[in-house]
């Protein structure tokens, strides 16, 4: 079971910590084992108008595999220092060290992002670059993942940020489930946050409800919009109007972004060729999977299987410890 420790302290901005809490200590429904959660900081922790018991202190950090640290409030106060050395001291132990919107501060007084790539929210970018020069500050991203440092941009992007975590750890089928559950909004184009894929909407009283199993079912043929119109019994331009309204994208937009989550689920699970992934994703050819693959998630297939393959297997070593 992966340990994963919420670092709190007064200051931090409630939001972010309940969205970690939400995401990393609820089970989804068939999916065990979990996260082992805990909240480790001084007791109490006021984070806004809400009071937090903790489980341990900060202390307790380095035991954990991954460490979120939320957001902090005030950025032009400094982050306290006891809460910067516990940072620094788990990363040294090999923890893996994830900042939500302005917790990036927390990382870059540790020191865990000189030289490195990082994000926050876009109205506090210019802030850290002019703090923290050794830093490359990317304001134009969701999310920058390197490795055993990774940070978010605000609020919803935090949730990006999060279920790539999932995604990581547990596979993109496990991630998709856990946004289903949390009913997120459909994913946003931009920079890592790639690599979290749009969840189909959840079941509902919509006239699309009844089309997309269906054409989950059919991702290896060549769907067309006059094929989906003609499945939901509804003019093509009735059914691009209904698309933005439940999706927040077109209806060709969507489909090729449940072609190019199936086949990430493939190259995660399976040793297939990129000719039968092509097929079984309804994009004909290994060269237009990579073309359409590279587009979408900005890297080529390949080299996704070979990172979240080999960092999945490396997660099953581990639970079988």
């Known amino acids: 079971m992966t340990t994963v420790a919420l670092a709190v302290t007064d200051g931090m901005l409630h939001f972010e910590l309940s969205l970690a809490y939400e995401v990393f200590g609820f089970a989804p429904a068939g999916v065990e084992p979990w996260y082992d959660l805990a909240v480790c900081g001084p007791a109490p922790v006021r984070a ?34 006891d809460l910067v050395d516990a940072v620094r001291a788990a990363h040294e132990a090999g ?18 992002l000189d030289g490195r790539r990082a994000t926050t929210h876009w109205a506090h970018t210019e802030v850290l670059a002019s703090r923290y020069p050794e830093v490359t500050v990317d304001p134009d991203v969701l999310y920058v993942d390197n490795g055993s440092v990774l940070t978010s941009a605000g609020k919803a992007a935090a949730m990006d940020l999060c279920l790539h975590l999932v995604r990581l750890d547990r596979g993109s089928s496990v991630a998709n489930v856990v946004a289903r559950r949390l009913v997120v909004p459909p994913h946003r184009d931009g920079g890592q946050a790639q690599f979290v894929t749009t969840p189909v ?11 997309f199993p269906w054409v989950m079912e059919r991702l290896d043929q ?4 006059e094929d989906l119109a003609r499945r939901a019994r509804m003019s093509s331009r009735t059914l691009g109007r209904h698309f933005r309204s439940v999706t927040g994208t077109t209806p060709l937009q969507w489909l090729l972004t449940q072609r190019i989550r199936r086949a990430q689920e493939l190259l995660e699970t399976t040793g297939e060729s990129m000719d039968a992934i092509a097929a079984a994703t309804g994009m004909g050819t290994a060269t237009t999977l990579r073309r359409n693959f590279n587009r979408a ?18 997660q ?5 410890r």
């Open 297 to 314: 998630v900005g890297v080529a297939p390949d080299a996704y299987r070979r990172t979240f393959r080999s960092r999945a297997a490396d």
């Open 316 to 320: 099953r070593l581990q639970n079988s």
């Open 48 to 81: 806004g108008r809400f009071l937090l018991e903790p489980d341990h202190g900060l202390g307790h950090l380095p035991r954990a595999h991954t460490v979120i640290v939320p957001g902090w409030a005030d950025v032009d106060v400094d982050p306290p220092a």
């Open 95 to 112: 923890a893996r060290v994830v900042s939500l919107c302005t917790g990036v501060f927390v990382l870059a007084a540790a020191g865990l």
């Open 222 to 225: 060549p769907l067309t919009v």
């Open 201 to 211: 909407p959840e079941p509902g009283n919509h006239p699309l409800a009844g089309l």
